[in-house]
C-alpha cells in the first residue's frame, strides 16, 4: 500500500534537496575556480542560504504540527533557531 505524504513534509524534503544541491553545486564551482579568494567568496554566499532553509523549513514543519504542539514549544522552537542564528552571526 503507497503511504500518502503530506503536504508540509513534502515541502520541507524539497527545500533540503534544494539545500543540498546547492551545496554541492557551490562545492564543484570551488574545485572549478581552484581559487582560495572565489571559494571564500562562494562560501559567504552559502552563509546565507543555510539559514533561510533553516527558518522555512522550520516554519513549514511548525504549522504542519501547530495544532499537535503547545504555544511553549513552538516559542521555545524559534527561541532555539534565533539562539542559532545569533550564535552564527556572533564575532
Not at 500500500?1 to 546547492?22: D, N, P, Q, T, Y
Request: aromatic fraction near 8%; glycine fraction near 6%.
Amino acid at each position: 500500500m503507497i503511504e500518502v505524504i503530506e503536504k508540509a513534509l513534502l515541502f520541507i524534503i524539497l527545500l533540503r534537496l534544494l539545500s543540498g544541491s546547492v551545496e554541492i553545486t557551490a562545492a564543484m564551482f570551488m574545485l572549478k575556480f581552484n581559487n582560495l579568494e572565489k571559494a571564500f567568496y562562494i562560501n559567504s554566499m552559502l552563509a546565507l542560504v543555510g539559514p533561510c532553509i533553516l527558518i522555512v523549513t522550520t516554519g513549514i514543519g511548525l504549522m504542519g504540527l501547530a495544532d499537535k504542539i503547545s504555544m511553549t514549544r513552538i516559542i521555545c522552537l524559534f527561541a532555539g533557531i534565533l539562539l542559532i542564528l545569533f550564535s552564527v552571526n556572533a564575532k
